[in-house]
């Protein structure tokens, strides 16, 4: 888990998942599909973060979402991602106009804004063991 390398985390789930086509948001235009698990699969084949702390006993946590996020204008790197729910969090324009998908430890999935996705983030580790999010970034 600590590798930073997103596609290990997700290659785990492939019992889970028919096929990794559905790693790769169809508005990513920066990435492509992978045909499978094991041949070639690798970060450039995935749209999405994972979370390392989102556990099923909180079932607001997130566990994934769009990766194409930026802190204070700067966007995220690849790699592992520490990010305090103090920090404010948005997307790039280049996937769904500003706004991003995330989904939650309980299975749902939910369309956010910038401000209401810092709103969710305090909201879920509220009450938790977790003032830090960590975010796996393809």
């Known amino acids: 888990m600590n590798s930073g390398n997103a596609y290990l985390m ?3 789930m ?3 998942l028919s096929t990794p ?3 790769r948001c169809p ?3 920066e990435r492509v599909a992978a045909t499978n698990f094991t041949t070639g699969f690798s970060d450039a084949n995935i749209s999405y973060f994972f979370g390392l702390d989102a556990v099923d006993t909180y079932p607001q946590m997130i566990l ?3 990766d194409n996020l930026v802190i204070n204008g700067i966007r995220v790197k690849p790699g592992i991602l520490s990010l305090p729910t103090a920090d404010s ?3 790039t324009m280049k996937r769904h106009r500003g706004c991003g998908n ?3 430890a309980d299975g749902s999935v939910q369309q956010h804004t910038p401000a209401t996705l810092n709103a969710a983030m305090i909201a879920t580790t509220n009450g938790t063991a977790f003032s830090t999010y960590r975010w ?3």
Do not use: F, H, R
């Open 64 to 66: 994934s979402g769009d």
């Open 21 to 23: 086509k559905y790693l």
């Open 27 to 29: 508005a990513d235009t």
């Open 102 to 104: 995330i989904g939650m």
């Open 136 to 138: 796996v970034i393809p």
């Open 10 to 12: 997700w290659q785990m």
């Open 89 to 91: 969090l948005s997307w």
């Open 14 to 16: 492939s019992n889970e």
